[in-house]
Nanobody, 126 residues
Framework: VQLQASGGGLVQPGGSLRLSCTSS????????IGWFRQAPGKEREAVAC???????????YYADTVEGRFTISRDNLKNMIYLQMNSLKPEDTAVYYC?????????????????WGQGTLVTVSS
């Protein structure tokens, strides 16, 4: 399942962005969806995940630095997953990817991800 992430851009420190994730091929409600990010020169890291509606449906946050600032949610009617990012910091600058391993419950297991897609670039800078 390949997903399309969008909504990135340039934002000042302290600002907000909402990233969106969808698929033109698949209905996403049954799948767990995760957001990962990769900053320049750094390893990719998991940010957040939301389980599918046939799983436990819960949201999880994996990066300590985003808890309390980022919120993952889904709108099944629109076939969309969102990552609301508030109080953005320069260290949040990265390419953000939404992915699934085809399972129902978080976490997304990276070795089972078939396609990563292009991601969406978030730049936090004054």
């Amino acid at each position: 399942v390949q997903l399309q992430a969008s909504g990135g851009g340039l934002v000042q420190p302290g600002g907000s962005l909402r990233l969106s994730c969808t698929s033109s091929e698949f209905t996403l409600d049954r799948y767990e969806i995760g957001w990962f990010r990769q900053a320049p020169g750094k390893e990719r890291e998991a940010v957040a995940c939301i389980s599918g509606s046939t799983g436990d449906g819960s949201a999880y946050y994996y990066a300590d630095t985003v808890e309390g600032r980022f919120t993952i949610s889904r709108d099944n009617l629109k076939n969309m997953i969102y990552l609301q990012m508030n109080s953005l910091k320069p260290e949040d600058t990265a390419v953000y990817y939404c992915v699934t391993d085809g399972g129902r419950n978080c976490p997304v297991i990276e070795r089972y991800i078939e396609r990563w897609g292009q991601g969406t670039l978030v730049t936090v800078s004054s």
